[in-house]
């Protein structure tokens, strides 16, 4: 049985079973952590699976009735189960030891990497109340859900309507090897935000603050994810994705949407205006 | 027989009352007047099953929508609505009253006791629930809900579900309820004070142990749905604000309120099971359940930590690292119980003489499924992980194995185990063994899948998923499964249907069994005993028997090798 869980863990410990048996890793370092500490209570569910399956299928068909059989009139070992109720006892309280000391890389985003993002542009900034690396210095990202949309401002502050500043719907733009912390809220329903490979979820909910962070270390790289908490008929259809560029792609991406936005809105206003003159507005 | 004097006749025969010859046929107004315990759980039975097989066609439906990717089989809207009608049913209209129609029909019988300790008021129990699963699936020809079984606010507010189907779920909670509260009341005060002569606390059936503690749960569980419930119709009708985050309201409050009730009622569905397998088992082992008291003592331990672990169903909602620790390590604790009862299980097999019937069939996979939903149940509890499983198939694998390969598996064992004590006959085996094997292969194709496509990012309560996201393989093997589960409770469907008539006749004690129920005819007459034995240990009929063959002399089973009477 334990060469059964080496082989086991052998097969499982290839990267080729994420999104099989384990979650969805690779994009960010809290994610890879999580699927550790996931695979590491694979391996004892395995074991205490194996040995409780196997115990019932062995009584199943060795102490079937034949003849000749008594059964024996056991009512019960103290032993025997107070022995039973401390290892399972023992066993979560390794499980629970364990999560602990992995929950600090899981939740406490590290700094950015020294080709991530520099200070430019306003866009890293320091808040107490949001998850913040040790050197405090993070890109922070609002993240807005609303029927059926994500809609993502830059260079924000999160607190309130914020104008004159990029945003882009449903695909984020990041810089790799930077911290991106989220401030993530909804306007309507509650949203969960959620990109597999670049970790956990957090609900977004109306009234509420969230927070999450993610570091991406591979530009090039677009990682897809969906709304996954139920929010109304076009739940399915709440896409999300993450496109992950050099720093450099970084900046002039967020110069050259703030150039389209204001074309967008320079359009819209000539029209406005157009409409208003002929009365149709 | 008839000629024997009376201490030789096979036992149940001696004490069970002679009935008046029955008339063929009862009038409906008597089902309709009953105040019969036994009435009123068949009809509870009845009914609820009916609302089972309902819920599995909707099921289907999904399983159909869900069999290819982007598939335009329903609409999103229809879609749902399905899961919506699916949850609720499954949870309020079959499991939680089909454990109060077994608990009905069996728990008086159990305990000695000619009925309920409140007749009426156990009429009134089955008739709201009837009309709240009337009233509730009558939304289906208007527009039914929507919000999912756990209608989260904001999305379940008047803004964001006008329609009355929202409406028809808030009144199927109150009324479904008040019918389980007034039965939780009426199974406590039977239990506390009408048990047989001798039956203390040590000698109580672990089944009624199990309703005692369901009843408790109950009654500490259902205010709180029925405050929230209120507050989402004044909220939606009447201009308040409890949960409207732009008048001061938090969507936030629903939840806790929600999970406060959501989470006990897991147990209130699974522990009447688990006191179904702690009778099944021992009788089918031919051997004594091992650690009564352990497994009768895990219950209220379960029970007890049922009520602090609501929170772990929001883990990806904003609140302190250490709240969420705290809900981790009360999910682990409550692990402990639940291990000890399945381990307790395993041993009363072990060195038994193993009768392998069908209920035994039931038991023993519901053991086997149940345990991987446990292990799946430590994954969520463990936070991190949480946020990576949270809402996503993983869940709801996780949820169907505990509550379809738990409860549904312990609710067909009991069913096959008290078949023959309900209608006098007996189910068909092979038929019984097919159905089972049908219904466990099928269950384990549908669900084991699932976790493989929550771990591959694929969200609950999506009505479509993209072709090219490795998703469509998982769910085509689940649609298959679906349909051979289908196939599985179909033949049970049918074994019900064919024996109630035609299957051989039971007589009072067909699996030599260790309770007070098989003490008398099948089905048992109006007032159930003429006699109530005094009970000397926790299984009485054992006792008994025992006792008959010392005095006639005559050997009904094969004798055990050191008389255990006084357990």
């Keep these: 049985m334990l060469a059964l869980a080496t082989a086991l863990s052998l097969v499982l410990a290839s990267s080729a079973f994420a999104g099989f048996i384990t979650p969805e890793s690779g994009g960010s370092p809290n994610a890879d952590q999580i699927s550790s500490l996931y695979k590491i209570i694979l391996y004892i569910a395995i074991v205490v699976f194996v040995v409780v399956e196997g115990a019932l299928l062995y009584s199943v068909f060795r102490f079937r009735a034949r003849k000749g059989r008594v059964a024996a009139q056991i009512h019960g070992n103290t032993r025997l189960e107070v022995a039973w109720t401390v290892a399972a006892a023992l066993i979560l309280v390794v499980l629970a030891t364990i999560t602990f000391v992995k929950l600090g890389p899981i939740k406490n985003p590290p700094n950015s990497d020294a080709n991530g993002l520099t200070a430019d542009d306003g866009v890293l900034t320091a808040s107490a ?19 059926y949309i994500w809609r993502y401002t830059y260079g924000s502050t999160c607190q309130g309507n914020a104008f004159g500043v990029p945003y882009s719907y449903q695909e984020m733009v990041v810089p790799a090897n930077t911290t991106v912390v989220l401030d993530v809220e909804a306007t309507d329903v509650i949203h969960s935000w959620w990109i597999p490979p670049l970790g956990g979820k957090v609900q977004a909910i109306p009234g509420y603050k969230n927070y999450t962070w993610f570091k991406a270390p591979t530009p090039g790289k677009l990682y897809k994810g969906q709304c996954a908490e139920l929010c109304g008929r076009n739940h399915a259809d709440m896409t999300a994705q993450v496109r992950v560029v050099t720093p450099d792609q970084y900046t002039a991406w ?8 204001a074309a967008a809105n320079a359009q819209a206003l000539a029209l406005k205006k157009q409409l208003t003159q002929f009365g149709d507005l | 027989m008839a000629t024997t004097a009376p201490a030789l006749r096979p036992v149940p025969q001696v004490i069970a ?8 046929r009862t009038r409906w107004t008597e089902w309709i007047a009953t105040t019969d315990h036994k009435r009123i759980g068949i009809l509870y039975m009845v009914t609820t099953f009916a609302f089972f097989l309902i819920g599995g066609v909707e099921a289907l439906l999904i399983r159909l929508q869900l069999g290819e990717p982007n598939n335009n089989f329903l609409t999103p809207e229809h879609y749902n609505e399905l899961f919506t009608l ?29 009925d309920m300790a409140f007749p009426r008021l156990n009429a009134m129990s089955y008739w709201l629930l009837l009309f709240g699963g009337l009233v509730f699936y009558s939304s289906v020809f208007w527009q039914p809900p929507e919000a999912g079984w756990f209608s989260y606010t904001p999305l379940s507010s008047i803004l964001y579900s006008p329609s009355g189907g929202q409406d028809a779920w808030i009144y199927l909670v109150h009324l479904t309820g008040i019918s389980s509260l007034l039965g939780a009341i009426n199974f406590y005060a039977t239990i506390v004070n009408m048990r047989a002569p001798g039956m203390s606390w040590g000698r109580l059936p672990l089944f009624v142990w199990a309703i005692l503690i369901y009843a408790l749960l109950l009654i500490l569980a259902l205010p709180v749905i029925a405050a929230a419930v209120t507050m989402l119709l004044t909220d939606r009708h009447f201009g308040t604000h409890f949960f409207d985050p732009t008048q001061g309201g938090s969507p936030l409050l629903w939840q806790h309120l929600f999970w406060f009730f959501g989470h006990p009622e897991v147990y209130i569905m699974i522990l009447p099971g688990f006191g179904i397998i702690s009778e099944i088992l021992p009788v089918f082992a031919r051997k004594p359940i091992f650690g009564y008291k352990a497994i009768a003592a895990s219950t209220v331990v379960i029970a007890f930590l049922a009520a602090l672990v609501w929170a772990h169903h929001m883990f990806t909602t904003p609140v302190p690292t250490v709240v969420l620790g705290f809900f981790m390590l009360s999910s682990f604790l409550i692990a402990v119980p639940t291990g000890v009862k399945i381990f307790n299980w395993i041993a009363t097999l072990w060195r038994g003489s193993l009768v392998m019937a069908t209920p035994l069939y039931f038991a023993v996979g519901f053991i086997s499924v149940f345990v991987v939903g446990g292990i799946t149940g430590i994954f969520l509890a463990v936070f991190p992980v949480d946020w990576q499983l949270n809402d996503t198939y993983f869940v709801v694998a996780h949820f169907h194995y505990v509550l379809m390969g738990g409860a549904v598996f312990t609710i067909f064992a009991g069913l096959y185990y008290w078949f023959p004590k309900i209608t006098g006959r007996m189910l068909s085996e092979p038929l019984g063994k097919a ?16 976790h493989a496509a929550g771990l591959s990012g694929m969200p609950r309560r999506v009505y479509q998923y993209p072709a090219h996201a490795g998703l469509t393989v998982y769910n085509q093997i689940s649609t298959v499964g679906a349909f051979i589960l289908g196939i599985g409770i179909l033949l049970s469907v049918v074994n019900f249907a064919r024996s109630v008539k035609r299957g051989a006749l039971a007589g009072p004690d067909p699996w030599k069994a260790n309770t007070l129920e098989w003490f008398t005819t099948s089905p048992p007459p109006v007032n159930n005993f003429d006699v109530v034995p005094r009970v000397r240990s926790v299984e009485p009929m054992k006792d008994i028997r025992r006792q008959v063959e010392r005095q006639s002399g005559i050997e009904h089973d094969a004798p055990a090798p050191r008389p255990t009477v006084n357990a």
């Design chain 1, 129 to 147: 109340s949001l998850p913040t690396p040790p050197n405090g210095r993070k890109l922070t990202i609002c993240v807005t859900g609303r029927q």
């Design chain 1, 254 to 261: 967020l110069a050259a949407q703030k150039r389209r936005i």
């Design chain 2, 17 to 24: 009352h002679e009935v008046a010859a029955r008339p063929r």
């Design chain 2, 86 to 114: 699916h949850g609720t049913t499954m949870i309020f209209l079959f499991v939680v009253p089909m454990m109060a129609g077994l608990a009905n029909y069996f728990v008086p019988l159990m305990i000695g006791a000619r």
């Design chain 2, 435 to 450: 159905s089972f094997w049908f219904m466990f292969v099928g269950f384990n194709v549908t669900f084991l899948v699932q």
